[in-house]
């Protein structure tokens, strides 16, 4: 199975900060790579699809970048709403496996 | 509204059994290919079985194969998974989630809690 890794495993910031997080896959995905949020005691939600194409109704403050073994998330200006663990995940072939998550804390 | 109900979660003895449900509304479910992805407590989360919108197709990840069947009635627009052989590593909040296009999961439902323990 493909194995993906974020960092950093958790993060604090305040509101208005830039946040961004990265995702490594163990060989080249290209750009097969979905972004999800999870808030505290909920489920998680897909945010984004082919590293960079976001759902409609997430905001534009979310981007994704990347491709091959290494993506990134970017938030631009973390709001209340945003605190959350972060997962990525690969969708090149079965199965489909999940990062290990990043959870971003109130400074 | 897309919605999706888990049900079935419990306590449960290794070796014992569950039969978890998800009931859909909102969407056409008989279109749909659906899967069980499963969340350990604290951990990212894993997906566990698909089934193709009829139902004749259905895949599993390794560690559940030969113990987990996973099927639908699409008359009753409801999902289900057997958990038989259920081991302590069982233990997760499973749900349940519409594979949109090759893995990509949404909306997903709230989840039942699978606890595994003697």
């Known amino acids: 199975d493909i194995q993906m890794t974020q960092s950093p495993s958790s993060l604090f910031a305040s509101v208005g900060d830039r946040v961004t997080i990265t995702c490594r896959a163990s060989q080249n995905i290209g750009d097969y790579l979905n972004w999800y949020q999870q808030r505290p005691g909920g489920s998680p939600r897909l945010l984004m699809y082919a590293a960079s194409t976001l759902l409609g109704g997430v905001p534009s403050r979310f981007s994704g970048s990347g491709s091959g073994t290494e993506f990134t998330l970017t938030i631009s200006s973390l709001q209340p709403e945003d605190f959350a663990t972060y997962f990525c995940q690969h969708s090149y072939r079965t199965p489909g496996t999940f990062g290990p998550g990043t959870k971003v804390d109130a400074k | 509204e897309v919605q999706l109900l888990e049900s079935g979660g419990g306590l449960v003895q290794p070796g014992g059994s569950l039969r978890l449900s998800c009931r859909a509304s909102g969407f056409s479910f008989s279109s749909q290919l659906m899967s069980w992805v499963r969340q350990a407590p604290g951990r990212g989360p894993e997906w566990v079985s698909g089934i193709s919108p009829g139902g004749e197709g259905t895949s599993y990840t390794d560690a559940v194969k030969g113990r987990f069947t996973n099927s639908r009635d699409n008359s009753r627009d409801t999902m289900y998974l057997q958990m038989d052989s259920l081991r302590v590593e069982d233990t997760a909040v499973y749900y349940c989630?519409?594979?949109?296009?090759?893995?990509?999961?949404?909306?997903w439902g709230q989840g039942t809690l699978v606890t595994v323990s003697s």
């Open positions: 989630v519409i594979d949109l296009s090759g893995w990509r999961f949404d909306p």
